[in-house]
Nanobody
Framework: QVQLVESGGGMVQAGGSLRLSCAAS????????MGWFRQAPGKEREFVAA????????YYADSVKGRFTISRDGAKNTVYLQMNSLTADDTAVYYC???????????????????WGQGTQVTVSS
């Protein structure tokens, strides 16, 4: 139904910036919530940010609020995660995910997302 492909990961210096992209295929995207999750070694996969495709309402984890920005480009069917002021704590595999907006469970709950990309590695060095 939905296929997600992440790109843009890599290695950056602490304090630097990186922009991740998630290209989505399938329709309609307007009924979906698009999210970013990340998983660091030894940790559970955690919520980072999400955006409602139709309304563009956004949600952020406290740990990234003010530093990360999620956005979408409707013409490209792509979701972005702009990451600024990166620290070593941001090092993780970042996953793009999608769920129907009508799902009643919390938008922060990773178990509510049905579709996942393959992940892209982000490494922040100091």
């Amino acid at each position: 139904q939905v296929q997600l492909v992440e790109s843009g990961g890599g290695m950056v210096q602490a304090g630097g910036s990186l922009r991740l992209s998630c290209a989505a295929s399938g329709r309609p995207f307007s009924t979906y919530v698009m999210g970013w999750f990340r998983q660091a070694p030894g940790k559970e996969r955690e919520f980072v940010a999400a955006i409602r495709w139709s309304s563009t309402i956004t949600y952020y984890a406290d740990s990234v609020k003010g530093r990360f920005t999620i956005s979408r480009d409707g013409a490209k069917n792509t979701v972005y995660l702009q990451m600024n002021s990166l620290t070593a704590d941001d090092t993780a595999v970042y996953y793009c995910a999608a769920r129907q907006s009508s799902i009643i469970s919390s938008i922060y709950n990773r178990e509510s997302y049905d579709y996942w990309g393959q992940g892209t590695q982000v490494t922040v060095s100091s």
